[in-house]
């Protein structure tokens, strides 16, 4: 065993552990990373981008069948599967090299393809290296939670790490699971002419606000997704055949189970460092360092929310920590959240129902409905809405519904982790026609009660228009 020593050791080149390694390399640390499996972890390989990929084949699929509105005749879309799956793993492939062994060689890390695990609290193995570092960065990420539903392990069935490689269209699909992966494959699956039942145990999309999460919902049985909520399944049998615990039966011809995630801590051997772990993952501290004080846990594995550009925004605490030495401390209220069925859902801070519970009488609520964006009637996307819930003039939360509802949150990320206030949404001026003036709009509703349902200032106006030469 050949023994190695280097300022920062990552453990997982995903989208946390590939950021700390370029960011702390290029500073001029001493970096080694460790990759047991694929670089770019799930993100690029299993997660985000085929996902993602997917979903625009499905998107082209779907424009076919709903041209006639436009005046363009409509037409079946002859769906090829299998060459939709070759467009996912093309697109995996352009990325790819971005996230490669050769360019983070480029930077200076050695990457070392292997498993890490624990010896001590300050030591790390991984294939013939014993490693010492000065601080350890775990960024293990997570993997498919499957559930021990009796049956389910003596039956054939996908997840997400499997469901790319399948090159034979389903030709009913079983979904277990109506949280965001199980809706987006859901609606996918369904435009590219699968039928798709979604098995979900409590309710479909349950983390969001339940108006929006129903307006996605509608468009999703509208295109003729089975969605069967409150159904846990209670058993799985050849077929397969699901059984939920009312007693109801579901056939079809696949399975993807999709029903969480779980913290990918088996290789790591966390006990013998020091690392406390919980259900949810890795312990971590508002400076993500775990028990051990040398050693932080970003993105999936840390236990809170799973998204990588929360992986991208921790790593750069703890370049901040680890390689500068600088005080740095994670937040979570403008970090952002969007599913991207069609119309897609987007999120920040706290829905309606939670900011109502924190803030009671002093919340406002101002919305504005999309069918009032010129833009979007001009596309005939004209369902949706915005909500912002405010608090003596900052938003703590944003909920949007409709088209391109994940590009329009961003702006409220500005917002929130400045402390921006409603005026400052309300400054800003967006060409015309565009989506982005519905950010402007719903500031606009927030002010208008103040400035058009105002006695006082009613008042003050007609007395100004009296003295005005
Ligand atoms: C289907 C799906 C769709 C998604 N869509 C989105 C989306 O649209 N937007 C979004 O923001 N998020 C999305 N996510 C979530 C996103 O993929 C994750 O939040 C993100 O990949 C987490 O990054 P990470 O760095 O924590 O972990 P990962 O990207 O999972 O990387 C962890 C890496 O560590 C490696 N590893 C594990 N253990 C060890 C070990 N002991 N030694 C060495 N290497 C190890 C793994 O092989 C892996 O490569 C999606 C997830 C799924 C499953
Ligand atoms: N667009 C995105 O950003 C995106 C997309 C996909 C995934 N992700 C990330 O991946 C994570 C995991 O997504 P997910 O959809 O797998 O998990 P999830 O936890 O969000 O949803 C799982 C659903 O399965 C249901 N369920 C659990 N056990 C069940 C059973 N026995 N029978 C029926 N239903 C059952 C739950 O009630 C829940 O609604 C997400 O939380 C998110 O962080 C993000």
């Given at each position: 065993m050949?023994?190695?020593?280097?300022?920062?050791?990552?453990?997982?080149?995903?989208?946390?552990?590939?950021?700390?390694?370029?960011?702390?390399?290029?500073?001029?640390a001493d970096v080694i990373l460790l990759e047991g499996h694929e670089m770019g972890g799930d993100c690029l390989n299993y997660g985000c981008v085929p996902s993602k990929a997917l979903i625009a084949a499905a998107t082209r699929a779907q424009a076919m069948r709903g041209a006639a509105p436009y005046g363009i005749a409509p037409v079946e879309p002859q769906v090829d599967y299998a060459a939709a799956k070759d467009h996912v793993a093309e697109v995996i492939a352009q990325i790819a090299p971005v996230d490669s062994q050769e360019r983070f060689e480029s930077f200076g890390v050695r990457v070392i393809r292997a498993w890490g695990r624990f010896v001590s609290e300050t030591e790390v193995e991984a294939g013939d290296y014993r490693i010492t570092a000065r601080r350890v960065v775990v960024a293990t990420g997570s993997s498919p939670l499957v559930p021990p539903i009796p049956g389910l392990d003596a039956v054939p069935y996908l997840t997400n790490e499997t469901l790319w490689s399948l090159k034979v269209r389903p030709s009913h699909l079983l979904i277990i699971g109506g949280g965001p992966i199980g809706m987006e494959m859901?609606?996918?699956?369904?435009?590219?002419?699968?039928?798709?039942?979604?098995?979900?145990?409590?309710?479909?999309?349950?983390?969001d606000d339940p108006e929006a999460a129903a307006l996605v919902l509608a468009r999703l049985k509208a295109e003729g997704v089975?969605?069967?909520?409150?159904?846990?399944?209670?058993?799985?049998?050849?077929?397969?055949?699901?059984?939920?615990?009312?007693g109801r039966v579901f056939d079809g011809s696949h399975l993807l189970v999709a029903v969480g995630r779980r913290a990918s801590v088996d290789w790591l051997n966390p006990d013998a460092a020091g690392i406390a772990v919980t259900k949810a993952g890795i312990k971590v501290d508002a400076r993500l360092k775990t028990?051990?004080?040398?050693?932080?846990?970003?993105?999936?594995?840390?236990?809170?929310?799973?998204?990588?550009?929360?992986?991208?925004?921790?790593?750069?605490?703890v370049v901040r920590s680890a390689v500068l030495g600088l005080p740095a401390k994670a937040r979570t209220e403008h970090i952002p959240r969007a599913t991207y069925t069609h119309p897609e859902l987007a999120q920040i801070g706290l829905t309606e129902a939670?900011?109502?519970?924190?803030?009671?009488?002093?919340?406002?609520?101002?919305?504005?409905?999309?069918?009032?964006?010129?833009?979007?009637?001009?596309?005939?996307?004209?369902?949706?809405?915005?909500?912002?819930?405010?608090?003596?003039?900052?938003?703590?939360?944003?909920?949007?519904?409709?088209?391109?509802?994940?590009?329009?949150?961003?702006?409220?990320?500005?917002?929130?982790?400045?402390?921006l206030k409603m005026s400052a949404v309300s400054a800003m001026?967006?060409?015309?026609?565009?989506?982005?003036?519905?950010n402007k709009r719903v500031a606009g509703a927030y002010f208008t009660p103040k400035l058009f349902e105002n006695d006082t200032l009613k008042?003050?106006?007609?007395?100004?228009?009296?003295?005005?030469?």
């Open positions: 050949q023994a190695l020593t280097c300022d920062i050791l990552v453990i997982g080149a995903g989208s946390g552990g590939l950021s700390v390694a370029a960011g702390a390399a290029q500073m001029g859901a609606q996918a699956h369904a435009r590219l002419g699968c039928r798709v039942t979604v098995i979900e145990g409590a309710r479909a999309l349950g983390r089975e969605v069967v909520e409150g159904a846990q399944v209670v058993s799985v049998g050849a077929g397969p055949r699901i059984t939920v615990a009312d028990s051990n004080r040398r050693v932080y846990a970003i993105g999936d594995v840390a236990g809170g929310m799973q998204f990588t550009h929360l992986a991208g925004y921790h790593a750069g605490i939670e900011a109502r519970a924190a803030h009671g009488a002093r919340l406002a609520v101002a919305r504005f409905d999309f069918h009032h964006n010129d833009r979007l009637l001009t596309e005939r996307h004209g369902a949706g809405f915005i909500k912002a819930m405010v608090v003596r003039g900052r938003p703590v939360g944003v909920t949007i519904v409709g088209a391109q509802a994940g590009e329009l949150v961003a702006l409220w990320s500005l917002v929130m982790a400045n402390g001026v967006s060409p015309y026609p565009t989506v982005s003036e519905i008042a003050v106006v007609r007395l100004i228009q009296r003295w005005m030469p």
